[in-house]
């Protein structure tokens, strides 16, 4: 019988910690990849010789290991009055489901200065490059390796209710916006390194600038839900499509030229509609730059919808075909409230986390000679116990330590903190997905976010603020 060999069990000495106590059982029930009896789209094939998959299917149950917890991590601690007060309130005010309708209501009347200095330093890096890159050294200093950066105004989709955003930011476009960011924040982040100049995050990786794509150009929604039609038959869209194209091609020509490896591109995901077009003008430009063994740009596949390990596999082979390389954000996804057809999504949440670590599984496993780069974009913990696994288990088979950070994690800012930190001491490279700009267009982020992660309430939502209650009262007690 197959067990997966457990972290506490290898003969690796690594630092003992919360993410080191897998569970088959929940790998079991939640990874092994079993056509959906409910689900009615063709299921999606695996590549020939899918060893991930065979792997899982004969694994004996045990206990499920306890969830990782903010106590145990220095979060909280490292905190002065004020920061754990703000924390308190704003996890509050996100903890359940009434709340967080009742925030959405009250964030476009809440006054900036509020924004700026409550809620801005929880969830957002700065309104400028030189905030962000202070931001970033606090975030480093913690052991994060580096950022995802999204310049947050870039989140204004050309609808009517939008369009003043739009406007604001017209002459000063997007693609110039994006590439002073990487200009002036990634080309400048340095590894961390301690007094004594040794390197204390280790760990230094690519820094990676997220780009909405419906933020990229005025029609880029158009584009993107008409993106396959054929060319020659309306020149506005052709026009549109091409405009939409050579924004994606300014900004990743820039990181071809001056990137020097300190930066990759890496497309957002978007609502269902528009997705075909997002996952066709990524995979794009993936066969475009990520030639002669670089890696300049990736993009996301959300695993909530029933088609996602088919748009995997199908890229895989393509990427094995043209001889390019793929680099991908894997996502569960943020529209399940929003999207106007719910059946396009798993029908359950166990559905879409058997999705969400197959895929994982797959890119690591069965892809390493085309993913070469695969961003674990997630706050739950479950997900991320078993990624570290999977790297352990092959750093102790086959000696494919994972130095050189082909796998990273990526959690959003002021979400899972304890989690991420848990991971970096586990050695792995964890970026933080860092919206900034100015605090009218980050509330507008931190609106959609709590709109979008209401789906996710469980991982993230009152744990936070209990335990943050809890730092609270053992320090008031105290004095
Ligand atoms: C770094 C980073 C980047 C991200 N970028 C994007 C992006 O580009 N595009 C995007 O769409 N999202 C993005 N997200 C958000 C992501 O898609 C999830 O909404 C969010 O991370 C919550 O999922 P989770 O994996 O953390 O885990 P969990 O909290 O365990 O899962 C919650 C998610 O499970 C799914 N789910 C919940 N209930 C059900 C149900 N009944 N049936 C089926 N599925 C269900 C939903 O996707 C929900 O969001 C990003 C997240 C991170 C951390």
Redesign the pocket.
């Known amino acids: 019988m197959y067990r997966l060999p457990l972290l506490r069990s290898t003969s690796v000495a690594r630092p003992a910690s919360v993410l080191t106590h897998l569970s088959p059982v929940v790998l079991r029930r939640t990874l092994h990849f079993q056509p959906n009896s409910n689900n009615t789209s063709p299921q999606p094939q695996p590549p020939a010789g899918n060893r991930y998959v065979s792997s899982l299917s004969d694994m004996a149950p045990v206990q499920d290991p306890p969830q990782p917890s903010f106590k145990e991590s220095a979060y909280l601690n490292r905190m002065n009055m004020l920061e754990l007060l703000r924390f308190t309130l704003v996890s509050f005010m996100s903890s359940y489901p009434l709340l967080v309708r009742l925030s959405v209501k009250l964030l476009p009347y809440t006054p900036l200065f509020i924004v700026r200095n409550i809620i801005g330093p929880i969830y957002t890096g700065g309104e400028t490059p030189k905030e962000v890159l202070k931001t970033i050294k606090v975030l480093q200093n913690r052991g994060f390796a580096n950022v ?1 950066l999204n310049y947050a105004a870039e989140n204004a989709e050309t609808n009517t209710k939008k369009k003043s955003i739009r406007s604001r930011i017209a002459n000063n476009s997007v693609v110039q916006i994006t590439i002073q960011s990487i200009e002036e924040v990634f080309l400048k982040v340095a590894p961390h390194t301690a007094q004594d100049g040794t390197v204390t995050t280790g760990l230094h990786a690519a820094g990676a600038c ?1 780009l909405k794509p419906t933020g990229l150009t005025d029609d880029a929604a158009m584009v993107l839900r008409r993106f396959n039609e054929p060319e020659g038959v309306d020149p506005e869209l052709d026009r549109a499509r091409a405009e939409y194209l050579g924004a994606c091609r300014a900004i990743c020509d820039y990181v071809a030229e001056n990137g020097k490896g300190k930066v990759i591109v890496v497309f ?3 609502k269902y509609d528009l997705q075909q077009g997002v996952y066709a003008s990524q995979q794009q430009m993936m066969k475009e730059y990520n030639v002669d063994g670089k890696v300049i740009v990736g993009g ?1 596949i ?1 695993m ?1 919808l029933k088609d996602s390990l088919k748009t995997l596999y199908e890229l895989i082979a393509d990427a094995r075909k043209q001889n390019y390389k793929i680099c991908l ?1 894997l ?6 409230k929003s999207e106007p057809d719910r059946g396009v ?5 166990a ?3 058997k999705s ?1 670590n197959e895929g994982v599984g797959v890119c690591i496993e069965d892809a390493e000679d085309v993913v070469s780069k695969l ?1 674990v ?4 913990w479950r ?1 991320m116990e078993l990624t570290n696994e999977m790297l352990q288990r092959r750093a102790d088979k086959a000696h494919l330590e994972d130095a050189d950070g082909r796998v990273v994690f ?3 800012m002021g ?1 899972c903190e304890d989690y991420g930190e848990a991971l970096a001491k586990e050695n792995r490279v964890v ?1 933080k ?1 860092v919206p900034w700009g100015p605090a009218r267009e980050t509330r507008e982020y931190l609106i959609r976010r709590l709109e ?2 209401a ?2 309430l ?3 939502g009152p744990r936070a603020f209990y335990e943050s209650l809890a730092e609270l009262r053992r320090r008031i007690l105290r004095f």
């Open positions: 995802m997220a957002d995901a978007e996301t959300q909530y954000k996502v569960r996804g943020a529209y399940m999504i798993h029908d359950t949440k559905d879409t986390d969400f961003i974009a997630t706050h739950n997900s990526a959690q959003l979400l970026l997905y979008e992660n789906g996710s469980e991982t993230t």
